[in-house]
């Protein structure tokens, strides 16, 4: 392990800022991460984990290290009748997580495919689409705490989790490093083919008896038909959380916007696509000089080349403000804003 002094992070963030970190240092094992936290050059400094850099919007250069999480590995850890536990190291590319259960017939995240990003980051934001979240399959984690450099396991309920929310945003943001993430996958299949343009797409695709891996294929389809690909556009994917409401105030707005759609959340809250928010707002396809809102997707800001982080957090804040003024709703961003 060594730390690498004024590193270029362009490379390793999906929006493609060319920002530069002060430290830089990559750890391919728990032990080599709970060494390189006992070194004193680390520890007096700010801590910025990296996964895959796809949810992640970087303003500035970035004055403390930066530490990339590389531990890789999948295996199976229990199996039982109906289900088998699959443990996949931090480093693991989430896609490439979803190919392997694919592969292995083991159902639960196909609804997940093609989500940008690595396993290790996967829980931190309770990742969803669908129909499906994270914590659907979620059985456990491991985690190295920051301060100690001891590895903690947290179950289901130490996670907290929520819509795009887990205890890692919250009140133990920064403290912990994802290291490996343990998922409860099924043997026998139970397809979520109701949300969004599933259903439609098989048909489409004259599926009739859809499999795990035509569901996933139609989800892929339903992305890439949406969202750009980070590799040709710089984008972190859907840049906001859809808002939950209260369905009084959805009602009312109802009045005034009749088409506005909404999925139920409980008896008291809906949830509201935060897309059609930004749609209805002019925001659809906008371009300011080199970075704007993506042509098929409002949810997605991208950054055409060279622009900087600031800008495109200026946008999101821009967007925030006047969804707010139309509809009296918050947005809050789903990525991390450094």
């Known amino acids: 392990m060594k730390l690498e002094h004024n590193f270029p992070l362009k490379p390793y963030n999906t929006f493609g800022m060319d920002v530069k970190a002060k430290l830089f240092a990559r750890f391919t094992t728990v032990q080599e991460l709970q060494e390189l936290l006992q070194m004193p050059e680390v520890q007096q400094e700010p801590k910025l984990i990296l996964g895959g850099g796809s949810n992640l919007l970087l303003t500035q250069d970035y004055e403390g290290i930066v530490l990339q999480n590389a531990i890789k590995g999948i295996e199976v850890v229990q199996e039982t009748e109906q289900h088998i536990l699959v443990k996949a190291g931090g480093a693991e590319v ?18 997940l495919s093609l989500i940008p990003g690595s396993v290790g980051a996967a829980p931190l934001q309770n990742i969803g689409a669908y129909g499906v979240e994270l914590k659907d399959v979620f059985h456990e984690l491991e985690a190295v705490q920051i301060e100690s450099g001891e590895l903690h396991t947290f179950d ?14 919250n009140e133990l943001k920064g403290q912990y490093i994802v290291t490996h993430v343990t998922f409860r996958l099924h043997k026998e299949h139970k ?46 994917g859907s840049f906001f959380k859809n808002p939950e409401i209260p369905l009084a105030q959805y009602q009312a707005l109802q009045q005034q916007f009749p088409e506005i759609p909404s999925y139920p959340v409980s008896d008291t809250h809906v949830k509201v696509p935060a897309g059609w928010l930004i749609e209805q707002c ?28 600031e800008h495109i957090r200026q946008l999101a804040y821009d967007i925030i403000g006047s969804v707010e003024d139309k509809f009296g709703i918050s947005l809050s961003p789903e990525v991390n804003i450094i």
């Not at 289901?156 to 945003?169: Q, T």
Request: glycine share 10%; hydrophobic share 35%.
């Open 282 to 309: 002019g925001w659809k396809g906008k371009v300011i000089q080199n970075y704007g809102v993506h042509k098929n997707q409002a949810l997605v800001l991208v950054n055409y080349g060279g622009a900087s982080g």
């Open 156 to 169: 289901s309920d130490a996670c907290k989790f929520g819509y795009r929310e887990s205890v890692f945003k």
């Open 94 to 111: 989430w896609h490439e997580f979803v190919l392997y259960t694919l592969q292995q017939n083991l159902g639960g995240v196909e609804n």
């Open 191 to 236: 397809l979520n083919t109701s949300y969004g343009a599933i259903q439609t797409t098989l048909e489409e695709m004259q599926v009739q008896q859809p499999s795990i891996k035509d569901v996933s294929a139609a989800v892929c389809h339903i992305r890439q038909s949406k969202l750009p690909n980070p590799k040709e556009i710089g984008n972190a």
